[in-house]
């Protein structure tokens, strides 16, 4: 049994909550979880997507060990696509 828990910066992406931002396409609120970087509008069916920020999973060399491989590479492959977006 490893004594690793992960740092504090983590939490965000270890115990998610839901988020409700307002869709830009025709404002209906939209539930996105705090380890999202995009979500569905179920109004209008439009992409919505928020920044997560600098993280550690940015510098970190523990971040994937930390966060577990299925979400480490879900938020860097999601966060790829929104930098080549903009």
């Given at each position: 049994m490893s004594?690793?828990?992960?740092?504090?910066?983590?939490v965000t992406f270890?115990?998610?909550?839901?988020?409700?931002?307002?869709?830009?396409?025709?404002?209906a609120e939209v539930e996105i979880w705090s380890d999202e970087v995009t979500a569905r509008c179920s109004q209008c069916g439009a992409r919505v997507s928020r920044e997560l920020g600098p993280?550690?999973?940015d510098w970190c060399s523990f971040a994937e060990?930390?966060?577990g491989t299925e979400k480490y590479e879900r938020?860097?492959?999601?966060s790829s696509?929104?930098?080549n977006a903009s």
């Open positions: 004594l690793f828990r992960g740092c504090p910066g983590a270890r115990e998610v909550r839901p988020e409700d931002i307002e869709c830009p396409e025709c404002a993280s550690c999973i060990q930390c966060i938020l860097k492959k999601d696509v929104e930098e």
